[in-house]
Nanobody, 124 residues
Framework: QVQLVESGGGLVQAGGSLRLSCAASGPTSHIYAMAWFRQAPGKERHMVAAINWPGDRNYYADSVKGRFTISRDNANDALDLQMNSLKPEDTAVYYC?????????????????WGQGTQVTVSS
């Protein structure tokens, strides 16, 4: 079973930066498309950014375009999310997701594997 573990969350002031990382283990040859989702309290989980394998195509939610960058290190089975110019509305639990299909999708149901999440809090 593929396992995903996120790291890098924390508390940051508005305008600051954070870099999230996701480490994959297990049968990682099963992993193709990967993505970051986020879920704020009382709200649904939404896709933030997604990337295909080998990493030449990506997709961003409108709310983070120009501020966030998704990247992957295929040799080390890792996924990163560089978050700049953070805003209080970016506060959420951020989840790493992956799937056996190589479709860059914003749909939660398109991803079979999920991490436990990491909290990102942006203070104003």
């Amino acid at each position: 079973q593929v396992q995903l573990v996120e790291s890098g969350g924390g508390l940051v002031q508005a305008g600051g930066s954070l870099r999230l990382s996701c480490a994959a283990s297990g049968p990682t040859s099963h992993i193709y498309a990967m993505a970051w989702f986020r879920q704020a309290p009382g709200k649904e989980r939404h896709m933030v950014a997604a990337i295909n394998w080998p990493g030449d195509r990506n997709y961003y939610a409108d709310s983070v375009k120009g501020r966030f960058t998704i990247s992957r290190d295929n040799a080390n089975d890792a996924l990163d999310l560089q978050m700049n110019s953070l805003k209080p509305e970016d506060t959420a639990v951020y989840y790493c997701a992956a799937d056996r299909e190589n479709e860059v999708s914003r749909l939660r149901t398109s991803y079979a594997y999920w991490g436990q999440g990491t909290q990102v809090t942006v203070s104003s």
